[in-house]
């Protein structure tokens, strides 16, 4: 299994411009999460998802959009970058159960707006 | 609201000087205590789940254990590929298993 695989690795963004960060499991999870990291900080949720078709707001989601289409996947839209969206981008996955649930975290996209 | 606060934020050991890292939390209902170890430019790293207070759980030179307010990651006879940087979260019963982390400890072990 490959886990939670990301891409891309790094992008630098212009003021305005959109992208879309990608984000696949393999382990079959239900769940799926996007988080940000800033220097020295911990990570901030921003999206999550229960299953397919199914998304929910995180602690910081001004800025961002997702979509759950397949179990797999799950990317997440910058519309209109700007540089407080500057930071490291982890997808993590989990499956839910009884009690709290490993999540397994992906190796990062980092994004810089200038 | 739920909180999580690590101490110390930064931790510089000798090869084979034991310590401890902290991780206080606030939670409205523990669900679980994670503790994940991130390398620069990695993604976290699971380490450890503990569910309850009491509970102690090892991984060769790592020690995790849970009280009701806080958790404590011992670190024996360091060396210095263990260091890292140190992520505590917690999730709380009705979060729809959303994880609160820690701004983390960073731990330097010189050889």
């Known amino acids: 299994n490959a886990g939670v695989t990301q891409t891309p690795k790094f992008r630098i963004l212009k003021i305005g411009q959109s992208m879309t960060l990608q984000c696949t499991q393999d382990m079959n999870h239900n769940y799926m999460y996007w988080y940000r990291q800033d220097p020295g900080m911990g990570l901030k949720l921003i999206y999550y998802?229960?299953?397919?078709?199914?998304?929910d707001k995180g602690e910081v989601p001004n800025g961002y959009n997702v979509s759950r289409s397949t179990t797999e996947d799950f990317p997440l839209r910058l519309e209109l970058a700007a540089p407080s969206q500057t930071s490291v981008y982890f997808c993590?996955?989990?499956?839910?159960?009884?009690?709290?649930?490993?999540?397994?975290f992906g190796p990062g996209t980092r994004l810089l707006v200038l | 609201e739920d909180q999580v606060t690590q101490s110390p934020e930064a931790l510089r050991l000798q090869e084979g000087e034991s310590s401890s890292l902290n991780c206080s939390y606030t939670?409205?209902?523990?669900?679980?205590l994670f503790w994940y170890r991130q390398d620069p430019g990695k993604g976290p790293e699971f380490l450890f789940t503990?569910?309850?207070a009491g509970e102690e759980k090892e991984k060769e030179r790592l020690k995790a254990t849970l009280t009701k307010k806080e958790s404590f990651l011992h670190i024996t006879a360091p060396k210095p590929e263990d260091s890292a940087t140190y992520l505590c979260?917690?999730?709380?019963?009705?979060?729809?298993?959303?994880?609160?982390f820690g701004s983390g400890t960073r731990l330097l072990v010189r050889p």
């Open positions: 939670v409205s209902g523990l669900r679980g």
């Open positions: 998802s229960v299953g397919a078709g199914i998304t």
């Open positions: 979260a917690v999730q709380a019963k009705d979060s729809s298993y959303k994880l609160i």
């Open positions: 993590a996955s989990s499956y839910q159960g009884l009690f709290g649930e490993t999540q397994y």
């Open positions: 503990l569910y309850s």
